[in-house]
């Protein structure tokens, strides 16, 4: 199978000279880094921006930043019930989007934390990504639109090396925060996978990503001495967060990206990711498993 790829160093070399005034791209993250980025670059080539971050403020100061056209909405990804809220403001909007670019994530600190009874990390970059982005296929344009995932390498280099623990999500029985994350952004991968398949009569591309080892933003906030020493030498080669932003913007407004679906890019080329996001068995169990959670915490919120 032919490869795509495609040399664009910044997000803004991903998306210039094209002309996105008619788009609509919703961004979650957008409050910093690889998101905020995005949102700058792409709102620069004149896309209206549907802005998502923690707080509705986080999320207009976003598009106020950079004089972005746009709606800020609140969506706490840790919590299932503003996920919905989200859902229900945006298709209130009663527009059809042209992209969703899934920016948010964290790594959490040492310590285990857990949120609708998984840990927090697979509940925020994953869960609670699958409930906001399925919450909104409907608003999705046919022919034409995309869901942009933001993975990582951490999916290939970090992630228990039987894939998805279904049998400890919570993290109660081992937990370890790096292989949690991994753990988060192969499920994203997996999703990315399921959903293109189940997108593909729409013709609606759907496509995971590692940006990059990328420095200068608060993603490794929480790190701790020796490793935020580590990482400040590190950062002498990692990438800039325009440099990093590049693939997910390319992917969200370039049209040359149009038509490769179900893939995994890294420095705007499709890569070879995870063993298991080839994996169809998985990948129906992690949905099965994940409309689960999402309708056990929807269920619990009417019965309150
Ligand atoms: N930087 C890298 O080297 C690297 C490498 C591989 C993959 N990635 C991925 O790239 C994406 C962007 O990360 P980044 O490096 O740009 O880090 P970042 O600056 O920390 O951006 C992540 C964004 O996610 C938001 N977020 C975190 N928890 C949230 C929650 N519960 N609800 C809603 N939003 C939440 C953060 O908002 P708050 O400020 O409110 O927390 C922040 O705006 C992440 O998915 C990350 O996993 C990054």
Known sequence: MNKPSFDFKTAEDAVRGIDLSSQNILITGCASGLGRETLRALSRRGASIIALARTRAAAQQALDNVGARGTAVACDLADLQSVAKAVEAVLALGIKLDAIVASAGMMAGRSLEKRNGVELQFQVNYLGHFALINGLLDALRDGGGRVVIVSSDAALKQAPKEGIRFDDLSGDRSYKVFTFYGQSKLALGIYAAELSRRLAARKIDVNSLHP?????????????????????????????????????????????????????????????????????????????????????????????
């Open 212 to 304: 990059g080892a990328v420095r200068g933003t608060a993603l490794n906030r929480s790190l701790t001495f020796p490793l935020n020493l580590v990482l400040k030498v590190a950062a002498l080669f990692m990438k800039s967060v325009e440099q990093g932003a590049a693939t997910q913007t390319f992917l969200a407004g370039n049209p040359g990206a149009r038509g490769t679906t179900g893939r995994y890019w890294v420095d705007c080329h499709v890569a070879t990711g995870s063993k298991y996001l080839d994996d169809r068995a998985m990948a129906q169990r992690l949905w099965d498993v994940s409309s689960r959670l999402v309708a056990q915490s929807s269920d619990e919120l009417t019965a309150r």
